[in-house]
């Protein structure tokens, strides 16, 4: 696949920031003042807009089509929130304002840097796998675009569920577990971890495919390429079915619904701190060690 | 502690059961005529009534304080709908009409020889340990006796939670995860093996804490003494946290509550098979394997 | 990469028996007579060769660079004696006489139909992913070609090992654990599984990297494109540490040592049942049920 | 079981140093000085001795047969091998000069405060469960005290144990694994964890079965009663297979052999730090985090 075409240096960028961060807001406004000085034009979010004093833009999941760039300030929770609805041609750069994030790898101080080599279009973009999901059974299917997980879980005081997965049209197995999570190698460090799959690294094309609590002990996690095709139905008796997409987009699911993961996913390009290394995340977020320790 | 005195041979009989297996119906109709036939009186369940047109009696959870025996025909969930309520004086047996349960583990072929044993107060009884379960933070402190496992646990879409222990006063951890079980050694073969707890065998007065999608990955289940008090919090910030007991019944749960598993659990009296074996049952359900394979 | 040119109908078939097996022995010895009568070479290799009273060939790891095709009957131990020194120009078809394999994927009851299609050219292969394991330290490198695992371990009585590993030049994890395993695809479901590792579909061009009771618990699973290179190396004060190469083949090793992982090991042609399916294989072999059940 | 009669303040003082750590042999030659001029006899174990110019006392498993109580400086492996043999009416304290230990709990720099404690009698001890481990098979039986494991498993390139397990002579399950840790809960925090198996808290009185690497992937591990019989044969076919105690001593098994574990096992007494908490170990050891983080 030939790298799509970028538009940078940037005309028109994008900008997020975690609402609920008053450091974010703070950051942002700054950021809103630098880049519009620069003569850059500045679309902020619908969501975002208000704390930024700023003219209220699409929603987050819009934004990525109508700039040639965003920014994020926030958590990897505000970065999902923009990537699902972003095309390839937009790179999307993140800036961690807690801990180090999986998605959002600048750290707060290297902020104007980034800005000024985003404005300078000298940046490092990187690859990332998504999941086309689609969902079949009501009047029109409906398709999502996802950067780190489909998850298909029960409510809490619902009764254990029966999940169906085909892969490639053949039956893979039938799981009895609280639910099952199809992860991008992106999505592995997310909830897959959690619930116990393994790390993938986001260069290999891969598929996992992870029960949550299964019932049967033998049902491991199963990592398959990107490429094939995934089906998923849950059971007739199965209530309290929800089908959450990147941990920010839930819709209930019945029976009659067929879920699958399709290999047409566009990727999404992210921004990546010069000499980043997914490794070096690795350590810090889960404390894996180094050389000198 | 001294065994609690029972009533057998039983005046008054409970019988229950699953009202969505026809199969259980029909055969309590049989149980039914051939108990009175006996001249033994038979208190049906409220819910259980109709399907065996029968007088109404009081609820499953409160059915035990009102008989000498209760009869179960049906499911693990069927048994542990009568066991919240039941005293420690009221032996329960249970027939199971499906793949052998864990509770119910009459064979539904040796249901007369076990109606028979239960008349003639013949029976091998087994005291299993349950949870006394408190919660605080409402008007009144609401306690429940809980035969398999305490579970607080987020809505589907919820974030992740933030969950502080404290262990006979003192600070164990603060999970950061889908939800913590704590369960009995009865239930230790129920919720808790999905989660990736341990089996505990019944004999041992223990309490299980087993993260439900831990997070922090090094956070692994842990077996204290029963007769340690446990309390748990959730964080100002989770929303969407609900508490169920045996899997049966569920209450919103806040900030503003304690949960506390305290030791002053009343066990329950289940009546068991001649020869049953809690190993027997392990490799029957978890398939691990005999002598001769 | 362009398919290598296969020699089918072969002019020279080698045949490999599990020697501690009468059953193998037997049917190799009907197979010897079939194949020769159909005018075709037999070369037997110099362990099996005294149980069919034929002439000793080559050692099992060099067989396969003598003949045109390779027949095993055994199970996946006997195959994988065969595939670490054969080439990918050679196919090999493994016949199971117990419990189905992994590898031995053609039941005993097929063999005639087998050994008809392999000397009429009519079969068909599977390329399967071997890693290049090169060791340095001593005099000169040795390199293995290994099918399903390299696996550094320590001996029973030794202390935990500290193990450092770097991917794509750059430092991963210091393991401090009783081994490591660096499993392919076709490995994963071998000692990979049973150390916590994921299961890897075979078409997906992975190496996976898994600790051996690992004493850090957030050390996890890792899945790497094949074509990284990984460079392993033991630490100084650990003694009594071996690598082995597919569980067959092993090897001391010391702090002098550095295993590399290499991306160019020659793939090997498996001859596959027809309607094959390696997710039938795990339902059968690893319980994973079915749609009726 | 009544506590045991304690001889302190002590007459006679074991003192066992960690020979390989120039720190502990510096402060065991401190700690000789001080202890003799407070007029107290200090025997030296006959491995210390040299390192301490000390005259040689018994071998460090007899030391604490002839002594009032032993003070270990070192890490959790030098207390373990004081243990083995150590009755329990002898108390043991154990100093670490490294990263806090499970056992040796006192950090270094409150080794004064401990060993004029230790003389004033003034210390706290705790109960820990031992597992007494009985060998038969060879000519006469072999008796083993154990404070954390008993372990079954096999050398780096043999085959696959099948090992069977009964529990109060009961078969429990036939494991197919790299081995079998028997632990106490003292133990649990040891090898078990690092094989999956559960924290136990050591008030618990139980003994904890986990399987090593089980190729059975539904084999998980399990909590008994410490007074219920363990016994464990490997299988005939099984070569190169240790007994391990403690980590310490390891001892070659075959299929003659029975491996009992039985309840009689004399506790240890543990001189633990004023205000020591297992919890806090815990967070400290795992990293399980504390009400600020």
Redesign the interface.
Known sequence: MSAPPLRLPPKKMGLVVKTSSPQAIALGQQVLSRVKEKGVEVVVDAQSAPFLHAEPGPSRAALGREVDAVLVLGGDGTFLSVTRGCPATTPVAGVNLGTLGFLTEHPAERVWQLVDDLLAGNVQCEKRDRLLCRVEGDDSPQEFLVLNDVVI?????AR?LTI?VE?EG?????YR??GLILASPTGSTA?N?????????P??S?L?ITP??????????????LN?QVAVRVHPGDEDV?L?LD?QY?LPLTDRHVVRVLPEGDPLLVVRPPNA?F?AI??DK??????G?
């Not at 879980?153 to 005081?157: G, M, Q, W, Y």
């Not at 971890?193 to 690294?201: E, R, T």
């Open positions: 879980a029960k409510a809490t005081l254990i169906d892969v053949e039956f893979l197995s039938r577990a609280d909830y971890l959690s619930a116990g799959g393994p790390i993938v690294h260069e290999l891969a996992i949550i609590c299964s019932h049967t002990l033998s049902n491991r996690p199963l990592v398959v390429p094939f929800y959450t941990g839930g290394s490794f690795l350590h889960l404390k894996w060690g180094d050389w320790s």
